[in-house]
Structure formats: C-alpha cells, structure tokens
C-alpha cells in the first residue's frame, strides 16, 4: 500500500478508493481526465497580473500586493505549495506593511484549475490569517469548487511521487525474460 501523505485526514474508504486508482495505475490519468486545461502563466509578470486580476475580481479592499512569485523552493522546504507574508518596514515615521504571495514554481506544470485553486487559497490569507471557517468561507465565495479542487490537487500531488512504471514490452525484457 501507499502511503498517501497528502489524504492524511481523509476517511478511510475514501483513502481505499484512492488506493484502487494507484493500484490499477490510473490516479493520474483520472485527475488529468478531470482538470485537462493548462494554463499560460509562465512567467513571474503573467502570475503577478494574474493574482491581481483576480484580488481585483473577490477582494478589492485588500491591501496591495508588492510582490507576487513563483518561488523553486517552497515545496522542498517548507512543504508547502504558496505562502503569503507581509514584509514591515519603518518609513519617515510610520510602519509600512509590503504583502508578498510565492507559489510552488510546480505549479507552471499544473493544470488551470490548481494553479486558481492555490491563488484563491493565498488571497484569502490577505483577509484571514488562521485556517478557520472565516477562511474557508472566503474561499468558497472567491471559488465554489474550492474543497473538490483541494482535494484533486492532493490526488495530483500524490499521483506525481508515484514510480513511473513502464509497460511490459521487448525493450523492457533482460535476457531471461523477465522486465
């Protein structure tokens, strides 16, 4: 069995179904059957007018954003996918607060729908800092699908760390036969 480190939490006969798919070989093509359009953000500009597109879109009061990136090492590091911060300095006598969003650079490879879905997460935390119901509803207002999204996103993930198996074929065969 697999371990599933990104469904950790999820009920166990949702976690067997799960299991199913990777036992046939089939959790990536289904999550990829369900969310084939990619998008076009290739760049740090592109992801910048994009996240701003969409904080102008859902959440006009919040403050601005200096700085929105994708950053190469947050999914290897801190184990998460994007991050928000605000960067405070002091200018002539008041504190400034630059807000900065990074997103995991995997996601220049993901389909459209997981690269709004973890955009949507790092915007809500402009307006809500803790994962709570105030978050999660936010969330949901700025994208309705967002649970189901979450939850194929970490189908996704967990289909990307699976070992690449190769079908049984002559090139693949040692002298004996055997693959």
Not at 144 to 154: A, G, K, V
Request: aromatic share 6%.
């Amino acid at each position: 069995m697999t371990t599933l480190r990104y469904l950790q939490g999820y009920p166990e006969p949702l976690l067997a179904q799960v299991q199913s798919l990777i036992d046939e070989g089939r959790l990536l093509q289904t999550v990829t059957a369900r969310h084939p359009e990619m998008h076009a953000v290739r760049s740090e500009r592109a992801l910048y007018d994009y996240v701003c597109e969409m904080k102008a879109r859902h959440l006009r009061s919040a403050p601005p954003l200096a700085k929105v990136a994708f950053d190469p090492k947050l999914h290897v590091l801190k184990n998460a996918l994007g991050t928000h911060s605000a960067v405070s300095r002091v200018q002539g006598g008041q504190l400034k607060a630059k807000r900065e969003i990074r997103i995991a650079t995997l996601f220049k490879e993901a389909p459209a729908d997981f690269l709004r879905m973890i955009v949507v997460h790092e915007l809500a935390h402009l307006k809500e800092r803790e994962h709570d119901k105030a978050f999660y509803a936010l969330c949901e207002h700025m994208e309705p699908q967002y649970h189901q999204l979450e939850f194929d996103l970490r189908l996704w993930l967990t289909a990307r760390e699976l070992p690449a198996t190769l079908p049984a074929s002559p090139d693949n065969e040692d002298s004996n036969g055997c693959v």
